[in-house]
């Protein structure tokens, strides 16, 4: 049995694994995310006001550093006296939470679709293959809304709105590749000596997709955080109580002249946050990319 683990294609993962090792990576985006981790962990310690602590004499106070800004404040107050960067500490919360969760649903779910139709074929492939068709030409955004507003807001609801979102591409991508590996001399060699399907599946074939599901999930991170926005922008989000960057861009888009702070931060946030995960993406798909010399 040991043959079955030399296959090419195993080795040269494994030398991009070892790759990725010696390889320099963008350290200043993995240490903002690192640093955007830590501060939505420690949330409730890092600011003195609570997410929905409000002072309506201290209504779209500027940020601190323009005239009429406090030291108190340093980014400002929204239209109800919120701090500005206690709202962006705990709308890191759901932004990180519901882009972690919704890629691990997604991409566990693809990769088991995409396995088993990859391998096997036959009928199941044809109906999953059409229900993927039919859901790439449908306008997410569109079914995202309809999803949301059956459901009713809630953090959960928001995860399997997008968790639905994902899993076709991975199942697309991963079924390609099983459908080439499947007929490789490696897993001809393990099916003939007996091996059971299970084995085959996690021991030979979960190892050779790993690479391009690690760099889808890297990227669809950046988009689903910007898709948790866009609901929460529109109003079908999480709970109306809990911050969010796209609720907080949402309450200030009316007050852009005059209190523009209100949008501005959190739409950096978001921008910063996107950038930092598609760098990482990018950096990710290079070095694990089959086709590099690496």
């Not at 955004?141 to 899993?167: E, K, Y």
């Not at 523009?260 to 930092?276: D, H, K, M, N």
């Amino acid at each position: 049995m040991s043959a079955l683990n030399t296959s090419p294609r195993v080795i040269r993962s494994k030398g991009r694994w070892r790759g990725l090792m010696g390889d320099r990576p963008p350290l200043f985006f993995m240490g903002v995310l690192v640093v955007l981790v830590i501060v939505a962990i420690l949330a409730p310690w890092l600011t003195p006001y609570g997410p929905n602590e409000f002072v309506l004499t201290s209504r779209m106070l500027p940020p601190a550093f323009m005239e009429g800004g406090t030291l108190a404040h340093p980014l400002g107050t929204d239209t109800l006296g919120r701090d500005i960067l206690t709202l962006l500490v705990y709308g890191s919360r759901v932004s990180l939470i519901v882009g972690l969760v919704a890629v691990l649903v997604g991409a566990s779910v693809g990769l088991i679709i995409g396995i088993i139709t990859g391998y096997y074929g036959g009928v199941i492939d044809n109906i999953v293959m059409r229900i993927s068709d039919v859901q790439l030409a449908f306008p997410f955004i569109l079914l995202a809304i309809i999803l949301m507003a059956v459901l009713g807001a809630g953090i959960w609801n928001v995860i399997l709105v997008l968790s639905l979102r994902s899993w076709v591409s991975y199942a697309r991508v991963v079924r390609g590749e099983v459908m080439v590996a499947r007929e490789k001399e490696f897993i001809q060699a393990a099916s003939a000596m007996g091996a059971s399907p299970g084995r085959i599946h996690f021991r030979h074939l979960l190892p050779n997709v790993m690479a391009s599901v690690i760099v889808i999930a890297s990227f669809s991170v950046a988009q689903t955080i910007i898709a948790e926005a866009s609901l929460s922008f529109l109003g079908l989000g999480v709970d109306p109580s809990t911050p969010t960057w796209g609720s907080l861009i949402s309450a200030g888009k009316d007050h852009l002249t005059n209190a523009w702070w209100i949008s501005a931060f959190p739409g950096l946030a978001i921008a910063i946050t996107v950038l930092s995960v598609n760098m990482i993406g990018d950096w990710l798909r290079d070095r694990l990319d089959p086709r590099s010399s690496a």
